[in-house]
T-cell receptor
Framework: QKEVEQNSGPLSVPEGAIASLNCTYSDRGSQSFFWYRQYSGKSPELIMSIYSNGDKEDGRFTAQLNKASQYVSLLIRDSQPSDSATYLCAVRSSASKIIFGSGTRLSIRP | EPEVTQTPSHQVTQMGQEVILRCVPISNHLYFYWYRQILGQKVEFLVSFYNNEISEKSEIFDDQFSVERPDGSNFTLKIRSTKLEDSAMYFC????????????FGPGTRLLVL
C-alpha cells in the first residue's frame, strides 16, 4: 500500500516567519510530487510541483525533494495570515492517480 | 482563467437513492478524474477517465459507482444506491494530458446521505 505521511499539526507560526512543512512517502519509484493548499470546505489548489532532487522556488514558496530519503518539504517565507490552511502533500503513483497525505494544518498568528 | 465547475454544490439524499454529480472540465482537457474527501480525512482517488473509458480506478470505485461523459462538455459520477458512508465531498478534476502534472480541481459537491 503506497502511503504519504504528514504531521497533522496544527503548526503555529508567527506572521513574517518561515513555515516548514514536511512529508514522507513510501513508494521509492515515485517521480512526481505536489503541494496543494486546501482552505476549510474548499477544493485543493496546487501550489508547487517538483520532480527532481533539490530545491524549487516560486515566490515565497520553496519545495525541497530528497528521493534517497523519500522526503518532500515545503517552506513558506514571510508567512501571512492568508497562508493559514491545510497543506496537502501528494505523490503521483501512476499516470493518472495521485495519492494525498492527510495534510498539515498551518496557522499563522499575527 | 478557465476552471472546472461542479453541480450541485450540495446534495442531500436518502440512503438507497441514486445520485448523479456533474462536472464540466476545462474545455481543452482530455483527462478527467473523481476524488472524494470524507470529512476530516484524506483526499482519495476514485477514478480516471480518458477517451470515453475508465483508465484507472481505485478499490473504492466498486459496482455502485459509474462515470460517463454524456456529451462534449459534461462528466458525471453516478452512485447507484447511496450508503451512509458515501457522505463526503466529491471533487472533479481535469488535466490536459495524462502525464500533464497539473490536475485542476473543481469546487466540489458536498453529498450528505441520510
Amino acid at each position: 500500500q503506497k502511503e504519504v505521511e504528514q504531521n497533522s499539526g496544527p503548526l503555529s507560526v508567527p506572521e513574517g516567519a518561515i513555515a516548514s512543512l514536511n512529508c514522507t512517502y513510501s513508494d521509492r519509484g515515485s517521480q512526481s510530487f505536489f503541494w496543494y493548499r486546501q482552505y476549510s470546505g474548499k477544493s485543493p489548489e496546487l501550489i508547487m510541483s517538483i520532480y527532481s532532487n533539490g530545491d524549487k522556488e516560486d515566490g515565497r514558496f520553496t519545495a525541497q525533494l530528497n528521493k534517497a530519503s523519500q522526503y518532500v518539504s515545503l517552506l513558506i517565507r514571510d508567512s501571512q495570515p492568508s497562508d493559514s490552511a491545510t497543506y496537502l502533500c501528494a505523490v503521483r503513483s501512476s499516470a493518472s492517480k495521485i495519492i494525498f497525505g492527510s495534510g498539515t494544518r498551518l496557522s499563522i498568528r499575527p | 482563467e478557465p476552471e472546472v465547475t461542479q453541480t450541485p454544490s450540495h446534495q442531500v439524499t436518502q440512503m438507497g437513492q441514486e445520485v448523479i454529480l456533474r462536472c464540466v472540465p476545462i474545455s481543452n482537457h482530455l483527462y478527467f478524474y473523481w476524488y472524494r474527501q470524507i470529512l476530516g480525512q484524506k483526499v482519495e482517488f476514485l477514478v480516471s477517465f480518458y477517451n470515453n473509458e475508465i483508465s484507472e480506478k481505485s478499490e473504492i470505485f466498486d459496482d455502485q459507482f459509474s462515470v460517463e461523459r454524456p456529451d462534449g462538455s459534461n462528466f458525471t459520477l453516478k452512485i447507484r444506491s447511496t450508503k451512509l458512508e458515501d457522505s463526503a465531498m466529491y471533487f472533479c478534476a481535469s488535466s490536459e494530458l495524462a502525464g500533464e502534472e497539473t490536475q485542476y480541481f473543481g469546487p466540489g459537491t458536498r453529498l450528505l446521505v441520510l
